[in-house]
């Protein structure tokens, strides 16, 4: 029913803990050797062969690790949960309760084009709802939780760099397939950017991010 | 013993974890492909041979994510855990551990009429114990915690929507296999036709759901 | 470091998480059917063939319930955390995430007597370090956070039962296998007469439990 | 950006996830026999041939449980969580969730230098990450969070141990192989050795540690 408000502390906990669960589930795609890999290979022949294995769990923890911190950041500006972020929420818990099937599809086809496409893709979905509780809390605060529309700004554009650059990854893995690859390094390029330009401002308004 | 009181803190918490690993556990039924599969499909047909899994995980997805909601909805007026809370508590909480197998179940056997219908027993079973605490708590409570009479039917009929339309499921599977499958639209219909008849009575009893 | 004190809202959740983790994770035991069973078996065969397994789940889901619930009761009772009672608790939880292999391992030899006195193994052991938490903790805190000396009694026999119960289930599964196997059921028949039995004098010293 | 400071209560909250996530994941190294290996064997000789994972689960159940504790231990001297502290807690919290994997490879290679050497090597990550925490976090907190010089270089020496320990049996792993897998019994030693140096010197600082 609309006007319906949640326990933030509740939605809280409940985000952290998928995220933590999921994080920890990556893990499992890393395949212990077995008995007969064990005799015919040494250690570390048996790393090698887990290198995309290992890539994947890495970038996987990083962008699992990245969206938890930046849920943190927003939900700081939360007064009370309603319908719509709740939504949102769970859409973007969705997106990371399958991120562990995507690494694993992605790792397994670790050359081609269409397991990277789809990784890109549940990236660029977890982004997406990433972005759209960034710009729906400060409309909703309007700026009595502490979010000022410079913060805003900053907020919305930090957000839209990332879920960019993995739509954008998701189609350059079929034209220009090693670009794509490397594309991600672009976000944190962009954020550089984006908070040498932010920080003046927000200094300037003492608001501390 | 009688009378005796449980953290409430405890309960929730251990409730929201079970919740967020039982739902983070469901992506471990989408298998990931093996290099054989790689080989002889492309990700379009990767995906299609997965399907089944992918609804099996979205709609379980849902359905946990929802009585989850339904949980933080009704536990916000709850002032003690008794025994009795506790005990549905923990029989819901079986019936959310279960429901990983019995969505793998469904998914294998994704044409089939039996495994459909132990899926959907395994959803009215957590209907029914949903709908025992939508039932108890305002009774025990007796207004004081702020649910109203009015509030109390809503919730009470709300709970009763969703476990009687999966037990219908559960028969109609055998019988109208096709139709059992879309049953569960009438859930969200019948939902909605139920806020609008409860509307107006809570706004004019000034009860925010 | 004697003396040292730990947090005891950590301690409780940490707790919280591996008792729901380990609950969830019985669900894993129960094995999906393969294509090849689903063309051959109906959905009551299927099932049938997995009484064990289900069974499995409900005992072990059962036990750890109840030790949880144990759990949430003695700790009401700590004012503060000492390395004693955080070793007792992680023993504790190390038998806890013992159970799922533990099960699996009983399951899979569900006629044998071997696997069964394993698993009443594992579960005295869970047994004992809940016994010993509930005899150090009143001991500790002496009457000071509301436990009488008839309550600490009540708690002590409580722990008590379970875990002779189990003890004698492991050795009985070598001689009466059938009667060993109908054992558990003295815990709940034990500690209703043990209710009954301190219930007056709780109640006179108006103690709720 | 710099200055930026985030929720301690989620971060540890997510940390206790990733702890019990990890710890409570090790169980499923531990395979259930088969029912082939049930008429084969009996119970005594299907637990012989799981020694090594046994003694995997025991060694690193242990060593997460302690890493936690230890985490607990440092972070009640946090006042804010900047920057730092998060990027050293995520990358702890990365060789946590890495732990079931080396372990796995190190149980199914027992006898073998390179997956013990990787072991080792996990485990000195983790206990590198932990070391950075506690020589941060005093130097970072100036003793108003009530860590004091003595204490600061207390949880110093005590996190290098462990480190330095864990560095020295990945070398000793090829050097003197059955020396390097008892060189952990020095961490209880040399910590034994730590507690009686500063014991009296917290005493008379009055420090409860």
Same mark, same amino acid.
């Given at each position: 029913?609309?006007?319906?408000?949640?326990?933030?502390?509740?939605?809280?906990?409940?985000?952290?803990?998928?995220?933590?669960?999921?994080?920890?589930?990556?893990?499992?795609?890393?395949?212990?050797?077995?008995?007969?890999?064990?005799?015919?290979?040494?250690?570390?022949?048996?790393?090698?062969?887990?290198?995309?294995?290992?890539?994947?769990?890495?970038?996987?923890?990083?962008?699992?690790?990245?969206?938890?911190?930046?849920?943190?950041?927003?939900?700081?500006?939360?007064?009370?949960?309603?319908? %719509?972020?709740?939504? +949102?929420?769970?859409?973007?818990? @969705?997106? $990371?309760?399958? !991120?562990?099937?995507?690494? &694993? *599809?992605?790792?397994?086809?670790?050359?081609?084009?269409?397991?990277?496409?789809?990784?890109?893709?549940?990236?660029?979905?977890?982004?997406?709802?990433?972005?759209?509780?960034?710009?729906?809390?400060?409309?909703?605060?309007?700026?009595?939780?502490?979010?000022?529309?410079?913060?805003? %700004?900053?907020?919305? +554009?930090?957000?839209?760099?990332? @879920?960019? $650059?993995?739509? !954008?990854?998701?189609?350059? &893995? *079929?034209?220009?397939?090693?670009?794509?690859?490397?594309?991600?390094?672009?976000?944190?390029?962009?954020?550089?950017?984006?908070?040498?330009?932010?920080?003046?401002?927000?200094?300037?308004?003492?608001?501390?991010?």
């Amino acid at each position: 029913m609309k006007g319906e408000i949640f326990d933030k502390q509740r939605v809280i906990s409940f985000s952290d803990a998928v995220f933590s669960i999921a994080i920890t589930l990556l893990v499992l795609d890393i395949v212990a050797p077995t008995y007969k890999e064990l005799k015919a290979a040494d250690t570390l022949q048996i790393l090698q062969n887990r290198i995309p294995s290992i890539i994947g769990l890495i970038v996987s923890f990083i962008v699992i690790a990245l969206y938890w911190v930046a849920h943190m950041r927003i939900m700081k500006y939360v007064s009370t949960i309603n319908k %719509k972020i709740l939504r +949102y929420n769970i859409f973007l818990l @969705f997106f $990371i309760v399958l !991120l562990p099937f995507s690494t &694993a *599809f992605y790792v397994r086809g670790f050359m081609l084009k269409g397991p990277f496409a789809f990784y890109c893709f549940n990236l660029s979905a977890i982004g997406f709802f990433n972005y759209l509780l960034n710009i729906y809390i400060p409309k909703k605060e309007k700026g009595l939780t502490g979010i000022t529309s410079v913060l805003a %700004k900053y907020f919305k +554009y930090r957000a839209l760099i990332a @879920f960019i $650059i993995w739509v !954008l990854a998701g189609i350059f &893995a *079929f034209l220009l397939p090693m670009f794509a690859r490397l594309l991600f390094l672009f976000i944190f390029i962009l954020e550089a950017i984006l908070v040498k330009i932010y920080k003046k401002k927000l200094i300037s308004e003492k608001t501390i991010v």
